[in-house]
């Protein structure tokens, strides 16, 4: 027995939807996630791919973000909703701003810890890694 999570773009011409369990959650502070989203840093969700679907996919859209990983994302309202890369064979990142659901897991960590900005302050206890080494 396994409940939908359910996770769209802005506009909502792009929506997705995975079966729990997930894999994990972290908050990546990379210097392209950053760039990529406009964001401090950004928090995804590890999931495996063959429990994951579009359900509306139109304007989806993948891009080369760096050599062997696409980042996916609304072409309509330009909601960045995803990530694959070659490094992580099998499972697809999603952005968990677009998914309103509760997970089954909180973010357990920050990677890429060593290029946070300096303005933001975060007042959390969890483990906080740099590049990573997956
Ligand atoms: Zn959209
Ligand atoms: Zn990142």
Redesign the pocket.
């Known amino acids: 027995m396994s409940t939908a999570i359910l996770g769209?773009?802005?506009?909502?011409?792009?929506r997705f939807a995975f079966d729990l369990p997930t894999k994990w959650v972290a908050h990546c502070h990379c210097t392209m996630c950053r760039r990529a989203q406009g964001a401090a840093f950004v928090t995804w969700v590890g999931v495996e791919a063959v429990q994951f679907r579009w359900l509306a996919d139109a304007?989806l859209r993948w891009y080369d973000s760096s050599p062997g990983a696409q980042r996916g994302f609304?072409?309509?309202?330009?909601?960045p909703l995803a990530f694959r890369s070659e490094r992580w064979p099998g499972e697809i990142h999603l952005t968990r701003a677009s998914i309103d659901d509760e997970l089954d897991r909180a973010p357990e960590m920050h990677v890429c810890h060593d290029t946070h900005v300096p303005w933001v302050i975060l007042g959390d206890d969890l483990p906080r890694q740099g590049a990573l080494t997956a």
């Open positions: 769209q773009c802005l506009c909502g011409a792009t304007d609304c072409a309509h309202c330009g909601s």
